[in-house]
Antibody, heavy 116, light 109 residues
Framework: EGQLLESGGGLVQPGGSLRLSCIAS????????MSWVRQAPGKGLEWVSG????????YYADSVRGRFSISRDSSDNIIYLQVSSLTVEDTAVYYC?????????WGQGTLVTVSS | SSELTQDPAVSVALGQTVRITCQGD??????ASWYQQKPGQAPVLLTY???NRPSGIPDRFSGSASGDTASVTITGAQAEDEADYYC????????????FGTGTRVTVL
């Protein structure tokens, strides 16, 4: 059974950056599209970014386009999300997820808190 | 960009049936998947495609769709079904790949 483990979250000041990582195990992640989904405190789920199985195609929500960058290291089965120019509105739990629109595996999430 | 709209909250008596809906233009073209999320936990896939369920999901959960509306029905709601429910589908506008519905809080009375 597949598992996803996120890391890299933490407290960052407005305008700062972080790199979130997601290690996939139990399946070969480069055979599948992968997504990052976030959830602000007390709010709903927001699909943030996705990458195709080949890594050639990347997709972003309007709210993060130009500030976030998704990538993958197929040899290590790792998916990254570089988050930059952060604002307080980016404070959320960030989930790594297997799939682009039918998500069958989710990580437990990593919390990003943007605050001065 | 296309949006998916859900009722904010619904309630259902124990053992009864409840239908949770998701409405949006993209659903005319793409199917929806449904997720259950309990407090402090990651979402769980309930149904996808034309009423497919992953292994381990009880058959009291069923998905359906008509026109611009997708639904998940809980037949014989249990106390443990109290949770938030979200739909997810492709974004037909092309600005992003996918979009979640606004979410529905289900209370089991």
């Amino acid at each position: 059974e597949g598992q996803l483990l996120e890391s890299g979250g933490g407290l960052v000041q407005p305008g700062g950056s972080l790199r979130l990582s997601c290690i996939a195990s139990g399946f070969t992640s480069n055979n599948f599209g992968m997504s990052w989904v976030r959830q602000a405190p007390g709010k709903g789920l927001e699909w943030v970014s996705g990458i195709s199985g080949t890594g050639i195609m990347t997709y972003y929500a309007d709210s993060v386009r130009g500030r976030f960058s998704i990538s993958r290291d197929s040899s290590d089965n790792i998916i990254y999300l570089q988050v930059s120019s952060l604002t307080v509105e980016d404070t959320a739990v960030y989930y790594c997820a297997k799939g682009l629109w039918e998500i069958d595996y989710w990580g437990q999430g990593t919390l990003v808190t943007v605050s001065s | 960009s296309s949006e998916l709209t859900q009722d904010p909250a619904v309630s259902v008596a124990l053992g009864q049936t409840v239908r949770i809906t998701c409405q949006g233009d993209s659903l005319k073209k793409y199917s929806a998947s449904w997720y259950q999320q309990k407090p402090g936990q990651a979402p769980v896939l309930l149904t996808y495609g034309r009423n497919n369920r992953p292994s381990g999901i009880p058959d009291r959960f069923s998905g359906s769709a008509s026109g611009d509306t997708a639904s998940v029905t809980i037949t014989g709601a249990q106390a443990e079904d109290e949770a938030d429910y979200y739909c997810l589908s492709r974004d037909s506008s092309g600005n992003r790949f996918s979009v979640f519905g606004t979410g529905t809080r289900v209370t089991v009375l």
